[in-house]
């Protein structure tokens, strides 16, 4: 057994304005730390309607699919964009997650990857911004939930910049429990520690600028593993964002690709203690192409290693 991955060629179709850091190169760095590892691939399939649907409004689908371009791009906030392929990327990147859940659920991979653009983490219930169109880790969480059953489940998001859009979404489910860690202060602005969720089920690490791998690990340690720990979740889900690396320039937090890799063993520490190893980790942010291909290396490497 090894590491399942999910990919797919319309996540190139997602094309954002020249000089955007969320551009379809990002792809081409993930294939290439991807490329050494002995993984599964499969397709990312098409999601249907009803997997949106569990997050997010029928108003706000109809909304997005109302400004889908024909040609060019259709900006739908500040820094947020539809192309002509963005919501099959965006419906895959979904689709995606919900299979790599299914399989890890049933068993038939330890552990999964999903390898989607575009990202996800910010995406409100009503609100498209942060690069992202849908909270695709939260409803592949409410699929997990109330498809498979699971009594709980944790999210633990170490991109540099607050998950937002996954807090939004799962603040009244007191089956999940959503730990984040990030820059502050930093986009989009959230992510205090004081924002506990409706059933105190939020955990929020701010980080401060210009700190690195050590203060991360001593904030996990402290704050976030124990956590995890008294959940005693069924299921892990990793929002895998690598703009914390030093390299980043939308940042200004100082990890290495090595900081990575401890992150994931410890995840994946707690996996094996509580859920059988089931982790299912989905891409979000990382903007510096090398880093963004050596941080991969190290997230995945890990997972592979220990899917065995």
């Not at 409004?57 to 259709?74: K, M």
């Not at 859009?165 to 989009?188: I, N, V």
Request: aromatic fraction near 8%.
């Amino acid at each position: 057994m090894t590491t399942l991955c999910f990919r797919h060629s319309a996540f190139a179709g997602h094309v954002t304005p020249a000089g955007h850091p969320e551009q379809v190169a990002r792809l081409a760095a993930v294939d290439a730390a991807l490329a050494g590892l002995d993984l599964r691939f499969e397709d990312a399939p098409l999601a249907a309607d009803a997997e949106v649907l569990r997050c997010h409004p029928q108003a706000y689908l109809d909304r997005l699919r109302a400004a889908a371009p024909t040609s060019g791009f259709a900006q739908v906030d500040g820094d947020t964009y539809l192309s002509v392929g963005s919501l099959e990327a965006a419906f895959r990147a979904v689709g995606g997650a919900c299979a790599a859940v299914d399989a890890v659920v049933a068993g038939s991979a330890r552990n999964a990857f999903v390898a989607a653009r575009p990202p996800g983490h910010h995406a409100e219930t009503e609100t498209a911004m942060g690069f992202c169109l849908f909270g695709t880790l939260a409803i592949a969480a409410k699929r997990a939930l109330d498809h498979h059953g699971l009594s709980r489940l944790a999210i633990v998001d170490f991109d540099v910049h607050h998950g937002n859009g996954s807090q939004d979404l799962l603040w009244h489910e007191p089956r999940a429990l959503f730990c984040s860690s990030h820059q502050m202060p930093l986009y989009p602005g959230s992510g205090r520690p004081r924002e506990f969720g409706a059933h105190g089920q939020i955990v929020n690490l701010p980080l401060r600028d210009g700190s690195g791998g050590g203060s991360m690990r001593a904030g996990y340690e402290a704050v976030i593993f124990p956590r995890i720990a008294a959940f005693r979740p069924e299921l892990i889900l990793v929002s895998a964002g690598f703009d914390a690396h030093a390299d980043d320039p939308l940042a200004g937090l100082e990890w290495q690709a090595e900081d990575f890799a401890w992150l994931t063993q410890r995840i994946c520490d707690l996996a094996d203690t509580f859920c059988h190893g089931r982790v299912v980790s989905c891409l979000e942010g990382g903007y510096d192409l090398p880093a963004l291909t050596a941080s991969v290396a190290a997230h995945v490497g890990v997972l592979q290693e220990r899917s065995r």
